[in-house]
């Protein structure tokens, strides 16, 4: 049997993050770096970000981190983006859907355009990514799907109103189980990873009608007491795309500090 900490390593592996140059995408991307991955590709909107993150993470590990501007919501970026993976590394091991959005608005205010644009983020371009990478991973014998979900998938979140973002997270989580089971016997785990409040810059700022900031109301709701960070989203990442478990398939692994208890 191998090490433990062999199995922890990504070494060959070739691996796409969506958003992965900021957030709790940075945080994965640097988790997969040092673990090993010979080949990363950061995938988004924002080029001049996008190719300064892939740029340090590359000259720091000393590994292939390239960016490649692709919109997750349109089809033929998407169908470019793994086609121009899998051509130039030969394959694609592991596809993290970590790119999306958050929108705060009363249900009765969301325009049908506000709306889409969640959905076309949040969940469409999850299936559609899955999609294209999976043929990829079915016709090579294998390979992983991370998504990034929300503990929005099963709470009504307070006090924000949300109810568009909490749908698109609990399609997200049963997206995944659903993947995971169709595409078990070909040997493409699919799991997914829903956190609590991460410290990143798409968290919604707002104020309770009694004055108190939303984030001192969630950091008290939390009882860890604390947001998250995303380096430790990235852990449980790299702990799913490893050989360390090779079982683990359908599963949405919460990660929010013991809000959900609450």
Not at 15 to 34: D, K, L, M, P, Y
Not at 67 to 88: C, K, M, N, P, S
Not at 159 to 170: D, E, G, H, I, L
Request: net charge negative; with cysteine.
């Amino acid at each position: 049997m191998r090490e433990i900490v062999e199995k922890i390593k990504l070494t060959s592996k070739t691996a796409i993050v969506t958003g992965g140059h900021s957030g709790i995408g940075r945080g994965i991307v640097e988790a997969f770096a040092q673990a090993g991955a010979e080949n990363i590709v950061i995938a988004g909107r924002r080029a001049e970000l996008g190719g300064r993150v892939a740029a340090e993470v590359a000259a720091e590990h000393g590994i292939n981190c390239v960016f490649v501007r692709a919109d997750a919501t349109i089809d033929d970026d998407r169908q470019r983006l793994v086609a121009e993976a899998a051509g130039r590394f030969g394959r694609i091991d592991i596809l993290v859907n970590n790119a999306g959005i958050t929108h705060v608005e009363n249900a009765e205010d969301i325009s049908y355009a506000d709306y889409r644009k969640v959905m076309d983020i949040n969940l469409d371009a999850v299936f559609f990514l899955s999609q294209a990478a999976g043929r990829v991973m079915i016709k090579q014998g294998g390979g992983v799907i991370i998504n990034i979900s929300s503990n929005s998938d099963r709470l009504v979140m307070t006090p924000q109103r949300q109810a568009v973002y909490n749908a698109s997270k609990a399609g997200v989580s049963m997206l995944t189980k659903c993947l995971a089971y169709e595409w078990a016997d070909r040997n493409v785990r699919v799991n997914a990873i829903s956190p609590g409040y991460i410290q990143s810059d798409i968290l919604p700022q707002g104020v309770r009608a009694d004055g108190k900031k939303f984030h001192e109301v969630w950091t008290e709701m939390i009882p860890m007491g604390r947001f998250g960070y995303a380096e430790e989203v990235g852990a449980l990442a790299l702990f799913m795309a490893s050989d360390i478990c090779p079982f683990l398939n359908g599963a949405v692994v919460v990660a929010d500090g013991g809000y959900h208890l609450t």
